[in-house]
């Protein structure tokens, strides 16, 4: 990889919520959306079921990981950073 280039991966993710234990959750109904990572990027990517940071400080859980090409990248918004926080996935089909 050329030293200009950085690794690029697709996000997928679903916006958390937090109760009033702190306990995070998704919300019945929530929407995926995509990110990718940045450079810039803070943080290790372990994989689905990790929280991680968007720009503006909101938790998302991952749900899915995709390739990106680098060429690509701006058609994504950058998320901030990775947590060590994991959460359980819910499979949609238990519902």
Request: aromatic letters at 8%; a positive charge; proline letters at 5%.
């Amino acid at each position: 990889m050329a030293k200009d280039k950085y690794a690029t991966c697709r996000l997928y993710g679903q916006p958390l919520k937090e109760d009033a234990s702190g306990n995070l959750f998704v919300e019945a109904g929530e929407k995926t959306h995509s990110w990718r990572i940045g450079k810039h990027t803070k943080g290790k990517l372990i994989g689905p079921g990790q929280v991680f940071l968007t720009e503006q400080n909101q938790k998302i859980l991952l749900v899915e990981t995709a390739p990106l090409a680098f060429k690509d990248r701006h058609d994504y918004q950058p998320m901030g950073r990775f947590t060590k926080d994991l959460l359980p996935l819910v499979d949609k089909k238990e519902k």
